[in-house]
C-alpha cells in the first residue's frame, strides 16, 4: 500500500477549524479532506463527505455501531483512508474531526489501522478561548455529544483537544485581544502557534502560506503524545504571569489532609480556568491521584501507584519516560511521592492560592506521625474514586 500522509485537524471552534481545512487545502497540492458529520447521529447514522479544494468528491452514510457515532466514526474512518492509501493519488489526507471528537482517540486509531499519523493540529480561535474553559455544560445539552453515554463537559472536550496536540492554528479574530493570546500561550508553552487569517474561513486563501502544511506533513509521535498527557509524567505549564494572565506551578513533597483538601475542594476548583497536574493523599499514599479541572468541574481519579510503592523488579515494566519524570521528582524519603499542580486563569490570586493549598497539607505533628498513622487519617475521596 503506497505511503499517505495523515493529518488530523480537531476543535470545538468550527470556524477556526473549517479556515484551517481550507489553507490545508490550499497549500498541499494532491490533499482531500474526510469529515464525518455526527449531527445525525439522532436519527442512527453518520454523514461521510470526502472532498477537495474544489469541492466535495464523495459522499455516503454509515450506520451508527452500538449507539455510538464515535465508533461509527472509527469502523468507517480507517476503511476510506486505506481505500485512499491504495489509490495511490492523494499526497494528504486532512481528518477533520467532528466539533466534539478529541483527537487522541482518533490519532491512536488510525496509526493501529497501518496508516501514519503525519501531524495534529487543533485549529482555536484566541477571543473564544476563555469562554470555553469556563463552560461546565454537558454536551448533551448543547447538541454536541458523540453517544448517548457522553458526559463529558464543553470545557474539559476542550482542554484536552488544546492540550493534546503539539500544533495550533490560531484564527486571527478581531475579538482576541494580548490576555486571550496570552492565555492560550501558558495553556499549552510546548505547542507550535500558526496564524490562520479570517479570509481562510472565505475561501480567499493564497498558496504558498507553507508554515501549516509543514505542521501537517512534520511526523508525529502516538505513543509520546500519549505520554505527555499522562498524569505521571504530563508536560506541565510552567510558572508565568503576564498580560493579567498567571499560571502557578505548585510543587510540594508532602502529603495532603484528604478532609481539608476535600472541604476546599471548591474554592480551588473555581480558583483558575484550568488547573491540573498530579497529587498525593496521605491516607492513600502509594496511589498516584489525577487533578483535572476546568469550567468550575474537577475530575479526580487514580493513576496507578506511585513508583515508590513498586518492587525494584516491577520498575522494568515501567517505560522509560515514567522513570524520567519520577526522577526529577525523586525525594530521598518519599520518591516520586509530591502534588504537582498547576493552576492557570486571568486575574489569578497567587498568594492566596498558594495559602488554601498549604492548609490542606499535613501539618507538622500529622506529618511526623509518619505512614502507618497517616493510613488511619479519615478518608473523603472514596466517592470521586469509585466513580
Known amino acids: 500500500m503506497p505511503d499517505l500522509s495523515v493529518a488530523i485537524v480537531a476543535g470545538l471552534h468550527a470556524d477556526a477549524r473549517r479556515a484551517t481545512v481550507a489553507r490545508l487545502l490550499s497549500d498541499v497540492p494532491g490533499s482531500v479532506v474526510l469529515h464525518h458529520d455526527l449531527a445525525t447521529a439522532a436519527a442512527g447514522t453518520v454523514v461521510r463527505t470526502i472532498r477537495d479544494a474544489d469541492g466535495i468528491l464523495s459522499a455516503g452514510e454509515t450506520p451508527l455501531v452500538d449507539d455510538c457515532a464515535c465508533c461509527a466514526l472509527r469502523e468507517d474512518l480507517v476503511p476510506e483512508l486505506r481505500r485512499l492509501a491504495a489509490a495511490g493519488q492523494v499526497r494528504l489526507a486532512v481528518v477533520e474531526l467532528w466539533d466534539s471528537v478529541e483527537p487522541k482517540a482518533m490519532a491512536e486509531v488510525i496509526t493501529s489501522g497501518g496508516l501514519t499519523v503525519t501531524g495534529v493540529i487543533t485549529a482555536v480561535?484566541?477571543?473564544?478561548?476563555?469562554?470555553?474553559?469556563?463552560?461546565?455544560?454537558?454536551?448533551?445539552?448543547?447538541?454536541?455529544?458523540?453517544?448517548?453515554?457522553?458526559?463529558?463537559?464543553?470545557?474539559?472536550?476542550?482542554?484536552?483537544?488544546?492540550?493534546?496536540?503539539?500544533?495550533?492554528?490560531?484564527?486571527?479574530?478581531?475579538?482576541?485581544?494580548?490576555?486571550?493570546?496570552?492565555?492560550?500561550?501558558?495553556?499549552?508553552?510546548?505547542?507550535?502557534?500558526?496564524?490562520?487569517?479570517?479570509?481562510?474561513?472565505?475561501?480567499?486563501?493564497?498558496?504558498?502560506?507553507?508554515?501549516?502544511?509543514?505542521?501537517?506533513?512534520?511526523?508525529?509521535?502516538?505513543?509520546?503524545?500519549?505520554?505527555?498527557?499522562?498524569?505521571?509524567?504530563?508536560?506541565?505549564?510552567?510558572?508565568?504571569?503576564?498580560?493579567?494572565?498567571?499560571?502557578?506551578?505548585?510543587?510540594?513533597?508532602?502529603?495532603?489532609?484528604?478532609?481539608?483538601?476535600?472541604a476546599a475542594l471548591e474554592d480551588l476548583t473555581c480558583a483558575a480556568a484550568r488547573s491540573r497536574g498530579r497529587f498525593w493523599l496521605a491516607d492513600k499514599p502509594d496511589s498516584l491521584l489525577h487533578w483535572d479541572a476546568a469550567g468550575g468541574a474537577l475530575c479526580v481519579e487514580s493513576a496507578g501507584p506511585w513508583l515508590a510503592s513498586l518492587p525494584d523488579a516491577a520498575w522494568e515494566l515501567v517505560p522509560p519516560v515514567r522513570r524520567a519524570a519520577a526522577a526529577l521528582d525523586w525525594h530521598p524519603e518519599h520518591g516520586d511521592c509530591c502534588q504537582h499542580l498547576v493552576f492557570t486563569s486571568p486575574g489569578l490570586d497567587r498568594d492566596g492560592l498558594e495559602l488554601l493549598l498549604e492548609s490542606c497539607l499535613l501539618t507538622d505533628t500529622e506529618y511526623a506521625a509518619g505512614r502507618a498513622a497517616w493510613k488511619r487519617l479519615p478518608s473523603a475521596f472514596d466517592a470521586f474514586l469509585e466513580t
Open 125 to 262: 480561535d484566541p477571543a473564544l478561548l476563555l469562554p470555553y474553559l469556563g463552560n461546565g455544560d454537558d454536551l448533551a445539552a448543547t447538541g454536541l455529544a458523540a453517544a448517548a453515554t457522553d458526559r463529558r463537559t464543553v470545557a474539559d472536550t476542550f482542554a484536552r483537544q488544546l492540550e493534546y496536540a503539539p500544533v495550533l492554528a490560531v484564527l486571527d479574530s478581531e475579538e482576541a485581544d494580548d490576555e486571550d493570546r496570552e492565555l492560550l500561550g501558558q495553556l499549552h508553552p510546548m505547542a507550535r502557534q500558526v496564524p490562520i487569517a479570517q479570509g481562510d474561513l472565505a475561501g480567499s486563501v493564497r498558496p504558498g502560506h507553507g508554515d501549516l502544511a509543514r505542521a501537517a506533513l512534520a511526523g508525529f509521535d502516538v505513543e509520546a503524545a500519549a505520554a505527555a498527557q499522562h498524569p505521571a509524567c504530563a508536560l506541565l505549564p510552567v510558572d508565568a504571569d503576564a498580560y493579567g494572565v498567571t499560571t502557578l506551578v505548585w510543587h510540594r513533597c508532602r502529603p495532603f489532609h484528604s478532609e481539608r483538601l476535600y
